[in-house]
């Protein structure tokens, strides 16, 4: 039984359990810095807000499909045309960057903080158009 059990943890994905990188792992190591520990939970509060625009625009898609099906509704309603329905559709898309910006900016600017006494000091210089 234990045998089945690691071969399945080889064929799925696992989530990892310590700072260690695992073959096929889901999700990110864990933080060694705080700013790592800040990127982190930026990507998850990014995810957050991804998944709301998935639902919400699935749900319009679907609700337009059923609204404008001829045989089911030959005639649609009035919610999918009109002034209140543009507005929101105008202010809801310029309110998800704001809520998405606050966190990000907070991040960057703590990234700008010098460390006091670096253990190493790495110069990285990139060339670009070599032929």
Known sequence: MAELFRTLEWRFLTIAPCDAAEPWQLGSQDA??????????????????????LVFVSRILVRALWHFHEQTNPIPQRIVHGTTIEIIRTIFPSIIPMFIAIPSFALLYSMDEVVVDPAITIKAIGHQWYR
């Open 32 to 53: 060694a810095t705080p700013i790592m520990q800040g990127i982190i939970d930026l990507h998850h509060d990014i995810f957050f807000f991804l998944i709301l625009i």
